[in-house]
Every structure is written in structure tokens, then in C-alpha cells.
């Protein structure tokens, strides 16, 4: 691969266990053909400790793990790292490669210099909804509120204003009427089968999708980047759903994996739709390449049980007063649950993490974590406690755990982390107009995560800087 312009799918944590899978079932599907004539090959995350996304995707980005970037969480303050370990789309921005992100993690805040972006539209854990260009603020306002309102389940509510003044502006954006319709299919279908509704999850994502398509193909970067997660949430949940056979001791029966059994298929297939789109795209446009990548992958964990409830944290308002804080002395922050993270002003730091440290659950102390700065994040996620057998300790004291802003949720699909984290991950290339010298010969090639950043750098005839690891052969 040498001079071409690139398009990066951000497949988030999706192995070649599910790849080939879906590929064998449909060799004629967009997975099936890029299985087929895609350069294929497995990375490995490098990374040491505990495997997360916002952890393995700094490390593919910037070419060096998070030994080296020690970026760790989501709201971090990154504004020393991007100095010292860019990531790729500032490089190539910087070096005059014109270049578009979306939704890529950790690309918040956007850069200080617009100067070489077509379009920079940051992650959905983002803080504020500044994009580039300012029209597409509508869009991650409303992004950003369906965060908000995001959870360990998933609700039937819509941040109304914000939908309302997105759609206003949707059509000028791109929003396709095959978008809308499924969309509304979403909405008739949880009505006639309500739980049909974790399939919101998927719903953000078809909308960012057509809004990058459309500026993909108005701008013409050349180098374009877009993450999706939509998979990898189902995975997680409904693995044994689609390989039962993975689990000695399967929690599940068949009543369940029955109704959840089309849960995976349903997000492969969105997927299916996205990469077509895309490789129509290059497919018209021989000097283009699209690459599939994810930063890590997902297996099956042995000796889950079923999730039938969890308590969890639905107001920070109230725990930060059952720990004496006054509101103006907190913020929340964007994360991932069962991880809630506080912003605090100073001198307020030590007093949160002191009576947070005191609340336990059963017996058991929560998990409290000094992040940097003034940010400090807990860890609620207590599974299968019946509602009257709920022991809360708070400094000591006996307190009713909806007085401190726990709620204690069924979860309608009764999933918790069926398949988890694991270093081995995918990257795909698609070349149609090189001829068979870009063609995939079958063969599966190793290459770790920080091999990749080098080689996308090298594509562009860019030197790569000292710190990274030689280039990858893409």
C-alpha cells in the first residue's frame, strides 16, 4: 500500500472469531468479500494490565502502548500526551495530509488548528459539542444527550429538544431516508416487542454513519476515520447467544438464547451495510484503500452467571450531597458504567474520595479511583441482589440505597459481559484498483497495534517519529 488515500473503519474490538464466522454464512455479504479478497491480518494488543478500548486504541493510534501514553480514561487530560505522542490524525493533518475524524476515540477536544481537517467530529465521552465544521454541533448535542441518558439498560426515553433541533438540520448533513425508516421501524418494533429496545444502541451509530459518508464523500480526505461500537456491545452481552458451544457451564437456556439470538446478526448486518457503502466507494475511486481495524478483540467467558439485576448509580446529584458536597462543587463527567466519574473543584477532592471510600454494599467497598487532576471515579455494579437484600453502608452509617442515588435495575436481557477482552484483534485491507498485487492471498499475517500508525504514516510518504516501531506491511 503506497499513495493511496485511506479510509480507516474503526471496528471496535471485533475478532476474526466473528468475522469468518459471518463470512462463511455469506460469502456474497461486503464481510464475506473483504474475507475474501482483503489483505488479512491479526494484531495484537501490546498493552499491559487491564484491556480496554480507551486504552488499545491511543496505542494503534499513536504507535507506542500505553507503557509510553499512559492514557488510561476517558476525559483525560491529554494536552501533554498529544505533545509528546500525537496522535495519527494530527501527524498527517500537521504534515498537509487533509484529514477527517469521526467519532475516533480520544480526538476530544478538537485541535487548537483546524487547518488541515475537511471534518473533526470527536468521540461520544466528549465534554463539549464543538466540531468541525460548526454545523455538525447539532448533531453531537444530540449525540452527547443520548449519552447522557445512556445506562446499564437501555431506555425508551429521547432527549426531545435536542431531536428536535437536529432533525431540523439532519437533511443539509446527510441523513439518508433508508436511515429514517429504519428508525422508525426501531420505534415500531419496540412497541409490538419492547425488548427489541437494546437495539437502540445501534441507532446513534446509523446516524453518525450517514453524516460521515456524506462528508466522506462531499470532502474527500485523504485519510478518513470513523469508530463504531455498535458490535462490540452486542458481542459482549449475547456471545453464548451465538456460540454456545464456547461455554462448558452455560448459564442460559433455550428460551433466551432464542430471543437473543438475532441480536449479533442484527449489528454484523449494519455493519455489512456501512462497509458496503464504503467499498462501493473506493471501488469508484481506485486511488483510495479502505482499511477495517479493530484495536483488540472479544472471547467468551467461562462461569458467567445470568445478570438478572444490578445496582447501579442513577443520580450523582444524590450521592454527592449524601457526601456533603454542595452542587457547585461537582460536575459529572462522561464514562462508561458501571464507572462514574466526578469532576471537583478544589478542596473538594479529598472529601469526595474520603466518604466515597466509606460506601460499601454488602460488605463490600466500592471502588474508588483518583483520576488526574480533579476527577475521581467510583465503580457501582453489584449483580443479582434482591431488592430486599440490599445492605448500604455510607461513613459508617446504615442508609437506604435510593436515598444516595442507587437504583437496583432489571435488565431485560439478563447479559453482563459474556465475552471480554482479549489482545488478538483484526485489520483488513481493500485495495480494488491495485490489481492482484493488493489482493488478499488467504493468508493471516501477525502484526501489533503499534505497527499501524508507522505504516499509514509510510503510505503517505511520511517518516515516521523515533518513537514509533517500524512500519507494519500493509
Same mark, same amino acid.
Given at each position: 500500500?503506497?499513495?493511496?488515500?485511506?479510509?480507516?473503519?474503526?471496528?471496535?474490538?471485533?475478532?476474526?472469531?466473528?468475522?469468518?464466522?459471518?463470512?462463511?454464512?455469506?460469502?456474497?455479504?461486503?464481510?464475506?468479500?473483504?474475507?475474501?479478497?482483503?489483505?488479512?491480518?491479526?494484531?495484537?494488543?501490546?498493552?499491559?494490565?487491564?484491556?480496554?478500548?480507551?486504552?488499545?486504541?491511543?496505542?494503534?493510534?499513536?504507535?507506542?502502548?500505553?507503557?509510553?501514553?499512559?492514557?488510561?480514561?476517558?476525559?483525560?487530560?491529554?494536552?501533554?500526551?498529544?505533545?509528546?505522542?500525537?496522535?495519527?490524525?494530527?501527524? %498527517?493533518?500537521?504534515?498537509?495530509?487533509?484529514?477527517?475524524?469521526?467519532?475516533?476515540?480520544?480526538?476530544?477536544?478538537?485541535?487548537?488548528?483546524?487547518?488541515?481537517?475537511?471534518?473533526?467530529?470527536?468521540?461520544?465521552?466528549?465534554?463539549?459539542?464543538?466540531?468541525?465544521?460548526?454545523?455538525?454541533?447539532?448533531?453531537?448535542?444530540?449525540?452527547?444527550?443520548?449519552?447522557?441518558?445512556?445506562?446499564?439498560?437501555?431506555?425508551?426515553?429521547?432527549?426531545?429538544?435536542?431531536?428536535?433541533?437536529?432533525?431540523?438540520?439532519?437533511?443539509?448533513?446527510?441523513?439518508?431516508?433508508?436511515?429514517?425508516?429504519?428508525?422508525?421501524?426501531?420505534?415500531? %418494533?419496540?412497541?409490538?416487542?419492547?425488548?427489541?429496545?437494546?437495539?437502540?444502541?445501534?441507532?446513534?451509530?446509523?446516524?453518525?454513519?450517514?453524516?460521515?459518508?456524506?462528508?466522506?464523500?462531499?470532502?474527500?480526505?485523504?485519510?478518513?476515520?470513523?469508530?463504531?461500537?455498535?458490535?462490540?456491545?452486542?458481542?459482549?452481552?449475547?456471545?453464548?447467544?451465538?456460540?454456545?458451544?464456547?461455554?462448558?457451564?452455560?448459564?442460559?437456556?433455550?428460551?433466551?438464547?432464542?430471543?437473543?439470538?438475532?441480536?449479533?446478526?442484527?449489528?454484523?448486518?449494519?455493519?455489512?451495510? =456501512?462497509?458496503?457503502?464504503?467499498?462501493?466507494?473506493?471501488?469508484?475511486?481506485?486511488?483510495?484503500?479502505?482499511?477495517?481495524?479493530?484495536?483488540?478483540?472479544?472471547?467468551?467467558?467461562?462461569?458467567?452467571?445470568?445478570?438478572?439485576?444490578?445496582?447501579? *448509580?442513577?443520580?450523582?446529584?444524590?450521592? %454527592? %450531597?449524601?457526601?456533603?458536597?454542595?452542587?457547585?462543587?461537582?460536575?459529572?463527567?462522561?464514562?462508561?458504567?458501571?464507572?462514574?466519574?466526578?469532576? *471537583?473543584?478544589?478542596?473538594?477532592?479529598?472529601?469526595?474520595?474520603?466518604?466515597?471510600?466509606?460506601?460499601?454494599?454488602?460488605?463490600?467497598? =466500592?471502588?474508588?479511583?483518583?483520576?488526574?487532576?480533579?476527577?475521581?471515579?467510583?465503580?457501582?455494579?453489584?449483580?443479582n441482589l434482591e431488592d430486599d437484600a440490599i445492605a448500604v453502608t455510607l461513613k459508617g452509617e446504615a442508609v437506604d440505597h435510593r436515598a444516595i442515588g442507587l437504583v437496583n435495575l432489571s435488565l431485560?436481557?439478563?447479559?453482563?459481559?459474556?465475552?471480554?477482552?482479549?489482545?488478538?484483534?483484526?485489520?483488513?485491507?481493500?485495495?480494488?484498483?491495485?490489481?492482484?498485487?493488493?489482493?488478499?492471498?488467504?493468508?493471516?499475517?501477525?502484526?501489533?497495534?503499534?505497527?499501524?500508525?508507522?505504516?499509514?504514516?509510510?503510505?503517505?510518504?511520511?517518516?515516521?517519529?523515533?518513537?514509533?516501531?517500524?512500519?507494519?506491511?500493509?
Amino acid at each position: 500500500m503506497q499513495g493511496r488515500r485511506i479510509v480507516l473503519y474503526e471496528l471496535n474490538e471485533v475478532p476474526w472469531r466473528i468475522l469468518d464466522h459471518f463470512a462463511r454464512r455469506d460469502p456474497q455479504s461486503p464481510l464475506g468479500r473483504l474475507a475474501a479478497r482483503a489483505r488479512r491480518y491479526e494484531t495484537t494488543a501490546e498493552d499491559s494490565g487491564h484491556l480496554s478500548p480507551w486504552v488499545t486504541w491511543p496505542t494503534l493510534h499513536r504507535g507506542v502502548t500505553n507503557l509510553d501514553h499512559e492514557i488510561s480514561h476517558f476525559g483525560q487530560d491529554l494536552g501533554a500526551v498529544n505533545r509528546e505522542f500525537p496522535p495519527l490524525w494530527e501527524l %498527517a493533518a500537521r504534515a498537509g495530509i487533509r484529514t477527517g475524524v469521526f467519532g475516533s476515540l480520544h480526538s476530544y477536544p478538537p485541535p487548537a488548528s483546524l487547518d488541515g481537517y475537511a471534518f473533526h467530529v470527536p468521540d461520544t465521552f466528549a465534554a463539549g459539542p464543538e466540531c468541525f465544521p460548526k454545523s455538525l454541533e447539532t448533531f453531537q448535542r444530540f449525540n452527547l444527550a443520548m449519552v447522557d441518558q445512556a445506562g446499564r439498560d437501555v431506555g425508551r426515553g429521547i432527549a426531545l429538544g435536542e431531536a428536535a433541533r437536529f432533525l431540523a438540520r439532519a437533511p443539509g448533513l446527510g441523513l439518508r431516508g433508508r436511515t429514517v425508516a429504519k428508525l422508525a421501524g426501531q420505534v415500531l %418494533a419496540e412497541r409490538v416487542n419492547p425488548q427489541r429496545a437494546v437495539r437502540r444502541r445501534t441507532s446513534q451509530m446509523q446516524i453518525a454513519f450517514d453524516f460521515f459518508a456524506h462528508a466522506l464523500e462531499r470532502e474527500r480526505p485523504q485519510l478518513a476515520m470513523f469508530f463504531t461500537n455498535h458490535v462490540a456491545s452486542s458481542m459482549h452481552r449475547y456471545w453464548p447467544a451465538l456460540f454456545p458451544e464456547d461455554y462448558e457451564s452455560l448459564a442460559y437456556d433455550a428460551d433466551w438464547l432464542q430471543t437473543w439470538g438475532g441480536e449479533i446478526p442484527f449489528t454484523i448486518a449494519e455493519a455489512n451495510h =456501512q462497509l458496503g457503502r464504503l467499498m462501493r466507494f473506493v471501488e469508484a475511486n481506485p486511488d483510495h484503500a479502505l482499511i477495517v481495524a479493530s484495536s483488540m478483540g472479544q472471547a467468551a467467558v467461562e462461569g458467567r452467571e445470568k445478570d438478572e439485576r444490578e445496582l447501579t *448509580l442513577k443520580s450523582h446529584a444524590r450521592l %454527592a %450531597a449524601a457526601l456533603g458536597l454542595a452542587p457547585g462543587e461537582w460536575s459529572k463527567e462522561r464514562a462508561m458504567a458501571p464507572q462514574f466519574v466526578f469532576r *471537583l473543584v478544589p478542596g473538594a477532592v479529598e472529601r469526595f474520595v474520603q466518604g466515597a471510600s466509606t460506601l460499601t454494599v454488602n460488605g463490600r467497598p =466500592q471502588k474508588v479511583t483518583r483520576l488526574d487532576g480533579d476527577r475521581v471515579c467510583i465503580d457501582i455494579g453489584v449483580v443479582n441482589l434482591e431488592d430486599d437484600a440490599i445492605a448500604v453502608t455510607l461513613k459508617g452509617e446504615a442508609v437506604d440505597h435510593r436515598a444516595i442515588g442507587l437504583v437496583n435495575l432489571s435488565l431485560q436481557d439478563a447479559a453482563g459481559a459474556n465475552a471480554y477482552h482479549i489482545p488478538e484483534g483484526i485489520l483488513l485491507v481493500y485495495e480494488p484498483g491495485a490489481g492482484p498485487a493488493g489482493a488478499g492471498d488467504g493468508t493471516t499475517r501477525a502484526l501489533s497495534t503499534t505497527e499501524v500508525a508507522p505504516a499509514i504514516l509510510a503510505n503517505f510518504g511520511l517518516a515516521r517519529p523515533g518513537y514509533m516501531a517500524a512500519a507494519g506491511a500493509l
